[in-house]
């Protein structure tokens, strides 16, 4: 019952993230961004020489973290703004099955972006020698990173009921796990820089996409994930 | 489903918005809720339906307990105040959602919403977007959506606000049906509504409950009060106005009409107002056109309960 209604809501969201204009804004957008830069303009791949997606990568990166936020601030701030969360959980859902699901939801848009790039992968394969385990590796990153965020942004939208709070609120907490723990990191050493780098998501993800997988890794990634949607819940629920 | 209540009590902050209250409704009875803005009905309902947790008492649903018991929320229809709904969605959509939530099998799902249409006049509607339809439409899906996994209690938060009246009656109507079989809750602050469609009042203010029972009950409680109103014709209007003020018990004699010599007449005494006034026009000589009983209004039996 529990797996039944979790799909039923990420059933929803993903309907209305295409019944809205969001999701071709979405992929119109990341598909452009990561594709100019990959293809046509700067170091793309033709300059670099190298049949790999580092550059696709490096873009993607920065593209998610910006339009991520964008697809969460909505999730609950509007459930709550417009009264809809008590329709929801005065029906057998509770707060988990409400989020595990608009977590779900985001987490398959995101997918469905990433899965129009494969044509890049195919392309750069037919060109030259890819590293089949570096790109993988690549694109399993960008996934992960994209599910802390996501859960990042739930939460972000969990403690409010303005749209515009939300999403600045996540880029805020995204960019310090993204870049400014990287920036602060690289000018301390010993036990306390260590520690500011182990949480830093630049440097998580980096390691990734040259094709390094680390359990510990995938073991920050998710514990963030788990971080952010466990104190949705408990925003969610906290109100009673 | 029989709901017994229990010394339930809610705070927000230090404001008490709900204080030891506690009351039965029964299967097949429709209660209503009657109170000024603010006095803990919606609170009330919201702790019902299990959307707010109370700080203190129980809420039983015949024999489960309310307290995290979330699979009573599937006997539960709800109707919460403003109706909130998904402006996005198609209304056949929004209802198909609310059916597998609430636990609908879905080979049923379709014979449930058909129906649902049909009873809440959903027709002409039904594949509209639910933000393009007016208010008295929404408020239909809202009772559908409420309804569509046929629950055994029914709560409405102020289900007739924003309805032209050929809604509101349609709308009456369909909760007594309704009310026949399951558990009806709904709040209102419309008095002939409560009137018109329930079995039981229950009369909130500032978080307790000032009266409980049927609307003739209530009648009997503040019945001490008898208003008539007459239409006399006599020389003077001012000497019946007098005479009529010196009646023993009189307590307001009100000039309705001029022209029409209609007066309206309230009393307090124990003698029955009509012979009184009936015997003082012989007396006088004076012809009595009209003489009409008037209720206790229950707009007055909550204007005494709840400006105390």
């Known amino acids: 019952m529990m797996k039944s209604i979790v799909a039923t809501i990420a059933r929803r969201e993903l309907n209305s993230f295409f019944d809205s204009l969001t999701a071709y804004i979405l992929l119109i957008a990341f598909l452009g961004f990561s594709g100019f830069f990959t293809w046509i303009y700067?170091?793309?791949?033709?300059?670099?020489?190298?049949?790999?997606l580092d550059v696709f990568f490096g873009i993607a990166k920065w593209t998610l973290f910006f339009f991520i936020p964008a697809v969460t601030m909505k999730m609950l701030a509007e459930e709550k703004k417009t009264g809809t969360l008590e329709i929801l959980l005065t029906k057998a859902v509770n707060p988990r099955q409400l989020i595990l699901g608009k977590y779900l939801a985001c987490l398959m848009l995101i997918m469905i972006a990433l899965a129009f790039t494969l044509p890049y992968y195919i392309s750069v394969a037919r060109i030259g020698d890819i590293d089949h385990g570096a790109t993988l590796s690549g694109y399993l990153g960008l996934m992960l990173m994209s599910s802390a965020y996501i859960a990042i942004g739930l939460f972000a939208?969990?403690?409010?009921?303005?749209?515009?709070?939300?999403?600045?609120?996540?880029?805020?907490?995204?960019?310090v796990f993204h870049f400014i723990l990287d920036v602060i990191s690289s000018g301390m050493r010993g036990w306390a820089g260590n520690l500011l780098s182990d949480l830093s998501v630049g440097k998580h993800f980096d390691s990734m996409s040259r094709g390094v997988i680390d359990t510990k890794d995938i073991l920050f990634f998710a514990g963030l994930t788990l971080l952010g949607l466990f104190l949705s819940e408990t925003f969610i629920s906290k109100n009673k | 489903m029989d709901l017994k209540i229990n010394g339930l009590s809610k705070h927000f902050g230090l404001q008490k918005a709900v204080d030891n209250i506690s009351f039965e409704v029964r299967s097949g009875e429709i209660v209503g809720f009657l109170g000024?803005?603010?006095a803990g009905k919606t609170t009330t309902m919201k702790m019902l339906t299990q959307y707010l947790t109370p700080d203190h008492g129980e809420i039983w649903y015949g024999n489960r307990r309310s307290t995290e018991n979330t699979d009573i929320r599937r006997d539960i229809g709800y109707l919460p105040e403003h109706n909130p709904l998904y402006e996005e969605m198609p209304v056949l959509d929004y209802l198909n959602f609310c059916a597998a939530l609430q636990g609908v099998p879905p080979s049923e799902i379709p014979a449930r919403i058909r129906e649902m249409v049909r009873k809440c006049g959903l027709d002409d509607e039904k594949h509209k977007k639910i933000g393009e339809l007016s208010k008295g439409y929404r408020q239909r899906v809202g009772l559908a959506h409420a309804l569509i996994h046929n629950p055994k209690v029914l709560i409405l938060d102020e289900p007739t606000t924003g309805l032209d009246p050929n809604q509101i009656?349609?709308?009456?109507?369909l909760i007594k049906e309704l009310g026949r079989e399951k558990t009806v809750i709904?709040?209102?602050h419309i008095l002939s509504e409560v009137e018109a469609t329930c079995d039981r009042i229950l009369i909130i203010n500032k978080g307790q409950i000032v009266a409980d029972g049927?609307?003739?009950?209530l009648r009997r409680q503040t019945e001490s009060r008898q208003i008539i109103r007459v239409r006399i014709e006599g020389p003077s209007q001012d000497n019946i106005y007098q005479a009529l003020r010196q009646l023993p018990g009189v307590t307001m004699v009100d000039l309705v009409n001029r022209e029409d010599q209609r007066y309206e007449v309230q009393s307090s005494s124990e003698e029955a107002l009509n012979r009184q006034v009936f015997?003082?026009?012989?007396?006088?000589?004076?012809?009595l056109l009209e003489m009409t009983p008037t209720e206790t209004k229950l707009e007055d039996i909550f204007r005494d309960l709840t400006i105390k």
């Open chain 2, 169 to 173: 009656v349609e709308i009456r109507e």
């Open chain 2, 186 to 188: 709904l709040s209102t």
């Open chain 2, 279 to 287: 015997r003082l026009c012989v007396q006088n000589n004076w012809v």
């Open chain 1, 157 to 175: 939208s969990s403690i409010t009921n303005n749209q515009i709070v939300a999403f600045l609120l996540a880029l805020l907490i995204g960019i």
């Open chain 2, 214 to 217: 049927t609307v003739g009950n």
């Open chain 1, 42 to 52: 700067g170091s793309d791949v033709f300059m670099r020489k190298e049949a790999d």
């Open chain 2, 36 to 38: 000024p803005n603010g």
